[in-house]
């Protein structure tokens, strides 16, 4: 395949703004001795609040080119590597390196997968990220049990803003592991979250959490937030003595509710690490029809800004995605 010379990347140039430019840039050479691939990117993923990022975690020569979810074509690849040139893959990337928002991208041996054959490449796209999140809430943080465990059977889980990119995938992972999921969502969201799974859906608008869980029966024993501030605070109310609480954005305890008493409980907050076998649990799943991404809206790249800014609403069913072989509209 025969390379361009210059490529499209969006840029946030200024690590304390999130102002995002369309600029040319050269090819990304890969280190093959690093494991690293050259990846033809078909379509990717911003998350929300990543432009917030780069304020908080300064890189010193790092460019900041946005979005760390990828689906595309390995165009080159070490010797060894199980995932040659022209194979179709889907990654998250490591936020150490640039971006995916661009016509080509790297990726390593570990953060790769082959991408699901029966979905599109906004889909898988859409899947990365928000998969691997749910995956490792679930595996590696509940401290419950893995996948298919009896020890699931019956739990109650409740799941914060969970018509969200992460909500989506711990209803119907939730689901599926035979726990009684209790999603939270706006009043727009109710039926979509039931369609995905939950046994209750509550309208995080119109609900008083505190009287909702003070009916025992009520109380989960699992709570995966997926929103913080005032969502995580609410939730705080519903969980059990010797519960778990988990923060995928912000660390539980410091939204825990003065006076709330809870005893034995494990609060825990964390960020997700990029995992390529996580990434192929989820395929096996995706391509047996057991689950499923939500993409919320496709856009060109050089459409970026209504993409962030549909991002940014807070009103995304699911995951904004940028596909960069669309062409813009006259």
């Known amino acids: 395949m025969s390379l361009p010379t210059k490529i499209r990347a969006l840029l946030q140039a200024d690590p304390t703004?999130?102002?995002?430019t369309l600029v040319e840039r050269d090819v990304p050479t890969p280190?093959?001795?690093k494991s690293e691939h050259l990846i033809k990117v078909h379509s990717t993923s911003p998350c929300a609040g990543e432009l917030l990022w780069p304020r908080m975690v300064s890189i010193p020569g790092k460019e900041i080119i946005t979005c760390d979810d990828?689906?595309?074509v390995v165009v080159s690849a070490p010797l060894d590597s199980p995932f040659q040139p022209g194979t179709e893959v889907?990654?998250?990337t490591n936020y150490w390196r640039p971006g995916c928002a661009r016509d080509y991208?790297?990726?390593?041996?570990?953060e790769l997968a082959r991408r699901a054959k029966n979905l599109s490449w906004a889909?898988?796209?859409?899947?990365?990220?928000s998969a691997i999140t749910a995956w490792q809430a679930y595996f590696t943080h509940s401290g419950v049990g893995e996948f298919g465990d009896e020890a699931w059977k019956g739990k109650r889980v409740l799941i914060t803003a969970a018509s969200g990119g992460v909500g989506v995938w711990l209803v119907q992972v939730g689901k599926l592991l035979g726990a009684e999921v209790i999603g939270t969502c706006g009043p727009r969201n109710v039926e979509f979250v039931k369609g995905l799974g939950a046994s209750e859906v509550l309208d995080y608008r119109t609900t008083d959490f505190k009287a909702w869980a003070s009916d025992e029966k009520n109380k989960v024993d699992l709570i995966i937030d997926c929103i913080g501030g005032k969502s995580l605070e609410d939730a705080w109310w519903t969980l059990k003595d010797n519960g778990t609480i988990i923060g995928i954005v912000q660390p539980p305890e410091q939204k825990k509710p003065e006076g709330?008493?809870?005893p034995g409980v494990t609060a825990k907050f964390f960020i997700m690490k990029p995992s390529g076998k996580d990434l192929e649990q989820i395929t096996k799943l995706v391509e047996a029809g057991k689950a499923s991404p939500v993409v919320d809206s496709v856009w060109p790249l050089e459409q970026f800004e209504h993409g962030y800014a549909r991002l940014e609403s807070g009103h995304a069913r699911g995951k904004v995605v940028f596909d960069l072989t669309l062409n813009v509209p006259k």
């Open 17 to 20: 703004s999130t102002t995002i």
């Open 31 to 33: 280190d093959l001795t």
């Open 90 to 92: 889907y990654a998250r």
């Open 260 to 262: 709330l008493a809870l």
């Open 123 to 129: 889909e898988s796209a859409a899947t990365p990220l």
């Open 105 to 110: 991208t790297i990726a390593t041996t570990e």
């Open 70 to 72: 990828v689906a595309g």
